[in-house]
């Protein structure tokens, strides 16, 4: 089983920058990697996803905001967020997922908070 601890969030003003980060216990290499956040009171959405061939996809919402990236030599995921908005406040969630032999491995961080207001 892989574990995946997030850090790199805070609080930042409206039109700021956070990254995030995400470190992961064992190789990601064959993993596609997400970030997802979920706000109060509402479900968790995907953010970004990224696979083992860096093939990227984005919600609408941030696209042209957040990027995301892996290092798989450091078992390492991050995201770039950029233009912050106060919408953007959420917990954020590590996400790492793969199918190996018909099994589906799906393994989840514990989050860390942005929280985006003047």
């Known amino acids: 089983q892989v574990q995946f601890v997030e850090s790199g969030g805070g609080l930042v003003q409206p039109g700021g920058s956070l990254k995030l980060s995400c470190a992961a216990s064992g190789s990601i290499f064959l993993y596609t990697m997400g970030w997802y956040r979920q706000a109060p009171g509402k479900q968790r959405e995907l953010v970004a996803t990224?696979?083992?061939?860096?093939?990227?996809n984005y919600a609408v919402s941030v696209k042209g905001r957040f990027t995301i990236d892996r290092d798989n030599a450091k078992n390492t995921v991050t995201l770039q967020m950029n233009s912050l908005r106060p919408e953007d406040t959420a917990v954020y969630y590590c996400?790492?997922?793969?199918?190996?032999?018909?099994?589906?491995?799906?393994?989840w961080g514990q989050g860390t908070q942005v929280t985006v207001s003047s």
């Open positions: 996400n790492g997922r793969r199918s190996i032999f018909g099994r589906v491995d799906d393994y």
């Open positions: 990224i696979t083992s061939d860096r093939s990227t």
